[in-house]
C-alpha cells in the first residue's frame, strides 16, 4: 500500500518534469522536386516532407511507432549521436541492433533522451536509403531554457545534404558493380539547402542567431559561408565548446555544428553560401551544381546579389578567400582532459580493392563489413557464456569485444587517397591526433613511439574526417554496453562494407537489456532469425557456436597476378577505347554499358573467365544473402 504510493507519487513527479513526445509515422513514397529541376519519389514521413524535426528537451522521452508504408524496402531509423544508454535494441541499425522493418511492419522506437544536448539528426540505417529522404534534424534543448551556455535572442535549424535525381538502389547498383572498376563514387546532382535551393533567410538587424547545422548528405563534405558574417562555432556534435570565431565551417556528412551570428545594421542583403567540397568528386560533370547560392535578407525591397557562377574560377577564389576553423583544435566548454592511456588498442588499415567479382570493396584490415544472417545484437543476446568470444559474430563483420570501462584507443590509418568521415555509434570519442594527407606513394602511418603530444583538453565529438592517406587516432570509456556500429558516413562507402562492429560489455548487456515479443515479432516479419551466431547456427557446445558453416562473406580475392591496375587498364582498353573516358566525363555515373559498350564488355568477360573467372553469378549483394563460398 505505502510503496504503491510512493510509486505513484514518484510517476506524478517524472510525469511533471519529463514530457513524453510520442509520434506514429507513415514512412512511405511520395513524389516531390526539392531542388526544383527534377521532380522523382523519395521518402516522406505522414506524407510529409521536409522530414520533421524532432524537438526535445534533455531527459525526456520518445516514442515513435515507425511503420513501414514503402511497399518495396525495408527500413530502420538510427538517432544518430544519441547514445541509447541501457537502450541498444532502439540504435536502429538493421543486422546490428534490429531485424529491418518489412514492409506493412512497425517498429516501436521508445527510449529516453540521454543527458545530451545540441543538434542531432536521424536517418534511416538500411543501405543507401538516406539518400531518398528519410532524414531529419534531432535538437535536444536543455531542460532550463537558460541553461545554455551562451547568449541569443533566436534559434533556428539548418540542414545540408548532397542530392541525387535517381534513387538510391538504383545509384547503388550502378556504384557496386565491375563496370565501375575504379570504385569512383555516385556524383550528386547538386545540394540542397534546408531541403531546396535559392532560399532566403530573413533576418533582423542586431540580432543574435544559434543555428543548428547537420550535414545529412550521402557523400560530400560542405562549405557554409555568408558574406560580411563570421560564425562562432559553440557546439560541434553536440558537445558545448570555448566560443570560436571562423569566417566559415567546413562540415563532413553525418557532422553537426551550433554556431552564433550577430546580424549587422544592415539595409541590403548577402550570399549565403553552401559549397560542395569539390576534390572529394572523381568526376566534374559539367551539370554539377556545386556552388549554391541562398541569402541573408534585410530588406525584402533591395535586390538580392547576383548568385556565384558555377565554374572552376569561383571555386578557386572562394577557397582562396576563405579560412575555416580546424575542428582538432576547438576545445570541450566543460574541462575533459586527456582520458588516461588505452587499455585496449584497435588498429585498423583501411583500403579500398578489387575482389573477385570486379566490384571495388572497402576492406578494414582485409576484411569488408558483410551483415551477418542474425542481428549481432541478438547473437550477443543468445549466446550466453560465450557472447565475449569475437568469433560467434562471424569472419567477416568485422566484431571487437571491447570490456566494461576500458580505456579504448581506434587508430586508424587511411590507405586510400580520399579522405573519409568516421562515425561512432553510442559514444562521442577524443580525437587525440590526426595527421596531415598524404599522397598515395606515401601514405602516413601513426607510430605509437614517435607522434606528436596529444592536446591536454582535445576535442570531443562522433563524427571525424581522417585525412586522405592520413591517420587518426580516437579515445573513448567503454561505458555504455552494448553493440556499437563504426563506419565511414559516406554511404556509398558503408555499402562497400567499411565498417566495424564494437560488442561492448556484452555480459553487461545480457544483465540489464532484452528484446520486446514486438520487436522479435518485426524479426519474424522480416524473416530473420533472432538467435545464433552470424550464421544462424547454435546448439549446446561451444563447437556449435563457432560452427560459421553458410554465414555471409565477402567476395573471394581477385585471382593472383591479376591486380587493380591491370584490371582497370585491361578494362578501359578494352571496354572504351577511346570514347570512353569523354563518356566517364559526359553521363558521370550513367550506365556507361550501353549499346556498343555492352557488346565490349561481354567481350572483355569471356577474356576475362579465361584469366581465372569473374562471371556474372560472383556478383552477391552486400546485405542480407546467402553466399556460400
Ligand atoms: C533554383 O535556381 C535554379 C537556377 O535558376 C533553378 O533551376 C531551380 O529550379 C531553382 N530551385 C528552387 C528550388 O527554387
Ligand atoms: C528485407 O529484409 C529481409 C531480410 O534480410 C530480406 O530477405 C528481404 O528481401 C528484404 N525485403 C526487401 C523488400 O528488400
Ligand atoms: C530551415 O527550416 C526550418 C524548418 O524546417 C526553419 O525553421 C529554419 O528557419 C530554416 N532555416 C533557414 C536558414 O532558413
Ligand atoms: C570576422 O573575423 C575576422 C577575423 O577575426 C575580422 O577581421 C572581421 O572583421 C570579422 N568580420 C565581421 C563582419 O565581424
Ligand atoms: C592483409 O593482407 C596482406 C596481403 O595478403 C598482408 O600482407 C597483410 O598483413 C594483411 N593485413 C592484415 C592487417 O591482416
Ligand atoms: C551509461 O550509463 C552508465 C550508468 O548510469 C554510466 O556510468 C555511463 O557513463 C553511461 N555512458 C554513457 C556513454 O553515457
Ligand atoms: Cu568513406
Known amino acids: 500500500m505505502h510503496s504503491t504510493l510512493i510509486c505513484l507519487i514518484w510517476l506524478f513527479c517524472t510525469m511533471c518534469t519529463a514530457k513524453v513526445h510520442t509520434f506514429h509515422w507513415e514512412i512511405a513514397w511520395k513524389l516531390d522536386n526539392p531542388d526544383g529541376m527534377k521532380e522523382r519519389q523519395v521518402i516522406a514521413i505522414n506524407n510529409k516532407t521536409p522530414l520533421p524535426t524532432i524537438r526535445v528537451k534533455t531527459n525526456d522521452r520518445v516514442i515513435i511507432h515507425a511503420t ?21 535494441s532502439m540504435d536502429g541499425p538493421e543486422f546490428v541492433t534490429q531485424c529491418p522493418i518489412a514492409p506493412g511492419s512497425t517498429y516501436i522506437y521508445d527510449f529516453k533522451v540521454p543527458n545530451q544536448e545540441g543538434t542531432y539528426w536521424y536517418h534511416s540505417h538500411s543501405g543507401p536509403q538516406y539518400g531518398d529522404g528519410l532524414r531529419g534534424m534531432f535538437i535536444i534543448e536543455p531542460e532550463n531554457v537558460d541553461a545554455y551556455p551562451f547568449k541569443f535572442d533566436d534559434k533556428i535549424t539548418l540542414s545540408l545534404t ?53 550535414n545529412m548528405g550521402m557523400f560530400v ?24 570565431m571562423t569566417d566559415s565551417i567546413y562540415i563532413a556528412v553525418g557532422q553537426r555544428y551550433g554556431v552564433l551570428i550577430e546580424t549587422g545594421d544592415f539595409h541590403e542583403n548577402f550570399r549565403f553560401l553552401n559549397v560542395i567540397d569539390k576534390p572529394m568528386l572523381d568526376t566534374k560533370p559539367a551539370e ?38 580546424d575542428d582538432f583544435n576547438l576545445k570541450p566548454l566543460t574541462k575533459s582532459p586527456l582520458m588516461e592511456a588505452a587499455d585496449y ?138 553493440v556499437w556500429f563504426f563506419h565511414c558516413h559516406v554511404d556509398w562507402h558503408l555499402e562497400q562494407g567499411l565498417a566495424i562492429v564494437l560488442v561492448e560489455a556484452p555480459f553487461e548487456v545480457q544483465k540489464s537489456q532484452s528484446l520486446s515479443s514486438a520487436q522479435l515479432h518485426v524479426c519474424k516479419q522480416s524473416r530473420v532469425p533472432t538467435s545464433g551466431n552470424a550464421a544462424g547456427r547454435y546448439g549446446k557446445s561451444e563447437k556449435d557456436w563457432l560452427n560459421l558453416e553458410g554465414e555471409n562473406i565477402q567476395p573471394q580475392p581477385l585471382p593472383p597476378g ?33 549499346d556498343d559498350g555492352e557488346e565490349m564488355i561481354m567481350k572483355l568477360e569471356s577474356l576475362l573467365e579465361e584469366n581465372g573467372g569473374l562471371g556474372p553469378e560472383d556478383t552477391r549483394p552486400l546485405t542480407g544473402e546467402d553466399s556460400n563460398a
Not at 307 to 320: I, K, P, V
Request: aromatic residues 14%.
Open 162 to 214: 548532397d542530392w541525387y535525381h535517381k534513387e538510391a538502389k538504383e545509384i547503388k547498383k550502378t556504384f557496386m558493380s565491375r563496370f565501375n572498376p575504379t570504385g569512383a563514387e555516385p556524383i550528386p546532382q547538386n545540394a540542397l539547402f534546408n531541403y531546396t535551393r535559392n532560399a532566403t533567410w530573413h533576418v533582423a538587424p542586431n540580432t543574435k542567431y544559434f543555428i543548428q547545422i547537420a
Open 68 to 88: 513501414n508504408k514503402l511497399g518495396n524496402q525495408n527500413t530502420s531509423i538510427h538517432f544518430h549521436g544519441l547514445f541509447q544508454n541501457g537502450s541498444n
Open 345 to 482: 588498442t584497435i588498429n585498423l588499415d583501411f583500403k579500398m580493392e578489387n575482389l573477385g567479382d570486379g566490384v571495388t570493396y572497402a576492406l578494414f584490415n582485409n576484411f569488408s563489413y558483410v551483415a551477418p544472417k542474425v542481428p549481432t545484437l541478438m547473437t550477443l543476446l543468445s549466446s550466453g557464456k560465450l557472447a565475449s568470444n569475437d568469433k560467434i559474430y562471424g569472419t567477416n563483420t568485422n566484431t571487437f569485444v571491447l570490456q566494461h570501462n576500458e580505456v579504448i584507443d581506434i587508430i586508424l590509418n587511411n590507405m586510400d587517397p580520399g579522405k573519409h568521415p568516421f562515425h561512432l555509434h553510442g559514444h562521442t570519442f577524443q580525437v587525440i591526433e590526426r595527421s596531415p594527407p598524404s599522397s598515395d606513394d606515401n601514405p602516413i602511418t601513426y607510430d605509437p613511439n614517435n607522434h606528436a603530444e596529444f592536446p591536454l583538453n582535445p576535442v570531443i565529438r562522433d563524427t571525424v574526417m581522417v585525412n586522405a592517406n592520413g591517420y587518426v587516432v580516437l579515445r573513448f570509456c567503454a561505458n555504455n554496453p552494448g
Open 288 to 325: 554539377l551544381q556545386y556552388i549554391s547560392t541562398n541569402w541573408i535578407v534585410y530588406d525584402d525591397k533591395k535586390p538580392l546579389p547576383p548568385a556565384l557562377e558555377n565554374n572552376e574560377g569561383s571555386f578557386d577564389s572562394f577557397l582562396q578567400n576563405i579560412d575555416p576553423f
Open 221 to 244: 563534405s560542405q562549405y557554409l559561408f555568408i558574406e560580411n558574417h563570421n560564425f562562432t562555432i559553440v557546439e560541434v556534435d553536440g558537445v558545448y565548446v570555448k566560443p570560436q
Open 562 to 594: 591479376f591486380t587493380l591496375k591491370g584490371y582497370i587498364a585491361f578494362f578501359l582498353c578494352a571496354a572504351f577505347a577511346c570514347w570512353g573516358l569523354l563518356s566517364i566525363y559526359k553521363y558521370g555515373i550513367e550506365d556507361v554499358a550501353a
